[in-house]
C-alpha cells in the first residue's frame, strides 16, 4: 500500500510545486472549451483519453470538484477491496486502485497503455463531462457512480480549495471568485453545464446517482445503496469497517499519507460551509 500511496503523492506533491513557480494566469488552460489545470492535465493526455477502452467491469466515480469525490473514493476503494477479497481470496488492502492517478485525465498521456495491466475491476474517478469521456465508457455500460452536491456549498468549498491550492488561481475575495465560477473560468468548467450534461444520462440502469447530503445523512444506509449498485454483498462487519474508515475525521486524520501536501486543505472542515464577507 505504501509504494502505491507514494505514486500519488508524489504527483499531487510535484503539481504543486510546479506550481508554485508559475504566474496565476499560467495555472489553467482551454481544452474544448473549459479549462483544466496545467500541473495536473495537458492536451496530450485529453487527445490520448479519446482512444481509452474501457471495461464493462469497470468502476467509475464522476463529480464535479469539491462534491465530495476524495470522501467518495475511500467508500469505494474499500468496497472494491471487499470485492477482491471474496472473489479472489486477498486479504488486507488492495493496491491496483493506486497503481495509475485514480483521476483519468490527470497524468501523463501513456497511462493508459500501463492501465491495460492493471487487474479487474479497475477503479476510476473523473471530473469530466459526459461527452468528454472516451465513448467506450458508454458503449461498454460501465457502472458509473454521479456524485451530485449542493451548488452554494460547491462554490464555498471551491473558493477555500483554489485559495490554498497552488495549482490553482487564488482569489483575494469571494465576489471574484463567484464571478469566475458563473463565467467558466474556474477548472473544469462551469458546474450547471455539468449538471445538465449529466442529467441526460442519470435513467441509465447502469449509472446511480447519489447526493453529498444524503450520505452525509446516513452513511450507512449510504454505503448500503452502493454496495448494492456494484452487486457487493457485506457482512456486518464489513459494513461497519467500511463505515468507520469513511468518517471525515478518520480520514482527516490520515490526510498526510493518503494525499500528500494538498491533504489538509482536501479535509478542511467536512460540513456545510459559509463565506463570512468582510
Known sequence: MEKSRKKFTDLVDKATAEASSMRRE??????????????????????????????????????????????????????????????????????????????????DAEKYERMT???????????????????????????ILLLIRNPKDVATSYYHFSNGLA???????WDDFFTDFM????????????????NKYADEENIMTITYEELKENRLLGVKKIAAFLEISLTEEELQLVVERSSFQAMKKNSQKTHGAIGDILFRKGRKLQVVQR
Open 26 to 107: 499560467e495555472l489553467l488552460f482551454s481544452y474544448n472549451g473549459i479549462l483544466y489545470p496545467v500541473t495536473f492535465c495537458s492536451p496530450e493526455t485529453f487527445r490520448a483519453l479519446e482512444s481509452f477502452e474501457a471495461r464493462s467491469d469497470d468502476i467509475i466515480l464522476a463529480g464535479y470538484p469539491k462534491s465530495g469525490t476524495n470522501w467518495l473514493t475511500q467508500i469505494l476503494t474499500d468496497l472494491v477491496t471487499v470485492s477482491q477479497k471474496k472473489t479472489q481470496d486477498r486479504e488486507g488492502i488492495a493496491n491496483y486502485e493506486l497503481e495509475e492517478f485514480p483521476y483519468l485525465e490527470v497524468g
Open 117 to 143: 495491466k492493471l487487474p479487474s475491476p479497475r477503479f476510476m474517478v473523473t471530473h469530466l463531462r459526459p461527452e468528454n469521456l472516451p465513448k467506450s465508457i458508454f458503449k461498454n455500460k460501465v457502472k
Open 167 to 173: 495549482s490553482a488561481p487564488s482569489y483575494e475575495t
Open 183 to 198: 463565467s467558466k473560468k474556474v477548472a473544469w468548467g462551469c458546474y450547471f453545464e455539468y449538471l445538465s450534461q449529466w
